[in-house]
């Protein structure tokens, strides 16, 4: 389910320049006289009048962090109103900007933590591998929301072989860190960490099971701002133990979660062009 806000321009060019090319919205359908833009889960519609001209209200784009509103500050310095600032009532570091016709264009992020908006192209875009953790708790409530979602993660013949165990015991997550250096270390910075396993007598293609799981754990959970990072060869007789998971169940990753403490640039990607063969 989605929605639309038209709006009426008298200046559809300078209103389609200012909002693509200089605030960075893209283009989700053109009509011709009428475009429909798109930030997030914002779609934003300008349609050509002579008589009409829209500017009541206020527009307002919001970004996960206070850095990222820096940069549209940054980007957008000329033409704001004021320095980015606290708005400690309603909770939120802003700065604001008029468009060409005076439309006031609020950039935000919320001081507070929200409930989950992410569309999927951003939630694929965004995800990092989080290594770093804030010191505050991942409520029951959260996670269960995130098993929720999990529950449909696909499998070999629906046999749904894979599973999770929830690891809070300290001593526990402090003998993870430690096996594998520097890479199992993130555990030990997460005010948790999470086991995904799968049972072979549930499935022959219980390895695929897992590993589809995990990653379906991993984009759920950054869907709910949480981070994680997948933690690789702990598929172990030494942490089976510590687990109490069978030696021929497997694990395919145990991945520390939490709220990231900061995220980390975007590293950089090959062209698809590089990666893709057709034959």
Same mark, same amino acid.
């Given at each position: 389910?989605?929605?639309?806000?038209?709006?009426?321009?008298?200046?559809?060019?300078?209103?389609?320049?200012?909002?693509? =090319?200089?605030?960075?919205?893209?283009?989700?359908? %053109?009509?011709?006289?009428?475009?429909?833009?798109?930030?997030?889960?914002?779609?934003?519609?300008?349609?050509?009048?002579?008589?009409?001209?829209?500017?009541?209200?206020?527009?307002?784009?919001?970004?996960?962090?206070?850095?990222?509103? %820096?940069?549209?500050?940054?980007? #957008?310095?000329?033409?704001?109103?004021?320095?980015?600032?606290? =708005?400690?009532?309603?909770?939120?570091?802003?700065?604001?900007?008029? =468009?060409?016709?005076?439309?006031?264009? *609020? *950039?935000?992020?919320?001081?507070?933590?929200?409930?989950?908006?992410?569309?999927?192209?951003?939630?694929?875009?965004? @995800?990092?591998?989080?290594?770093?953790?804030?010191?505050?708790?991942?409520?029951?409530?959260?996670?269960?929301?995130?098993?929720?979602?999990?529950?449909?993660?696909?499998?070999?013949?629906?046999?749904?072989?894979?599973?999770?165990?929830?690891? @809070?015991?300290?001593?526990? #997550? =402090?003998?993870?860190?430690?096996?594998?250096?520097?890479?199992? $270390?993130?555990?030990? !910075?997460?005010?948790? $960490?999470?086991?995904?396993?799968?049972?072979?007598?549930?499935?022959? !293609?219980?390895?695929? %099971?897992?590993?589809?799981?995990?990653?379906?754990?991993?984009?759920?959970?950054?869907?709910?701002?949480?981070?994680?990072?997948?933690?690789? $060869?702990?598929?172990?007789?030494?942490?089976?133990?510590?687990?109490?998971?069978?030696? %021929?169940?497997?694990? $395919?990753?145990?991945?520390?979660?939490?709220?990231?403490?900061?995220?980390?640039?975007?590293?950089?990607? !090959?062209?698809?062009?590089?990666?893709?063969?057709?034959?």
């Amino acid at each position: 389910m989605a929605g639309i806000v038209f709006l009426g321009t008298k200046d559809f060019s300078a209103v389609r320049e200012f909002y693509v =090319d200089i605030v960075g919205m893209s283009v989700w359908r %053109d009509f011709g006289d009428c475009i429909v833009l798109r930030h997030g889960n914002l779609f934003l519609g300008f349609c050509s009048s002579d008589s009409i001209v829209d500017t009541h209200g206020h527009i307002t784009l919001f970004y996960r962090t206070r850095e990222l509103v %820096d940069e549209m500050h940054k980007k #957008l310095k000329d033409l704001a109103i004021s320095e980015p600032v606290e =708005d400690n009532k309603l909770r939120v570091y802003y700065f604001s900007v008029k =468009d060409p016709e005076g439309r006031v264009v *609020f *950039f935000q992020t919320f001081l507070d933590r929200v409930e989950e908006y992410l569309l999927g192209d951003e939630l694929l875009l965004t @995800r990092r591998s989080i290594r770093y953790f804030r010191d505050e708790d991942v409520s029951d409530e959260v996670l269960w929301k995130i098993f929720e979602i999990c529950r449909f993660s696909p499998t070999s013949k629906n046999s749904q072989s894979y599973y999770f165990i929830v690891i @809070r015991d300290r001593k526990i #997550l =402090d003998f993870l860190a430690s096996l594998r250096g520097s890479s199992s $270390a993130p555990i030990g !910075r997460a005010p948790l $960490a999470v086991a995904i396993c799968s049972d072979p007598s549930k499935s022959r !293609r219980h390895v695929q %099971d897992a590993c589809i799981a995990a990653y379906h754990f991993i984009l759920t959970a950054w869907f709910f701002g949480l981070g994680t990072c997948w933690i690789a $060869a702990m598929d172990r007789d030494d942490v089976k133990e510590m687990l109490g998971i069978p030696k %021929d169940h497997y694990i $395919a990753t145990i991945t520390p979660l939490g709220y990231p403490e900061y995220l980390p640039s975007p590293p950089p990607r !090959r062209p698809a062009r590089e990666m893709v063969r057709f034959i």
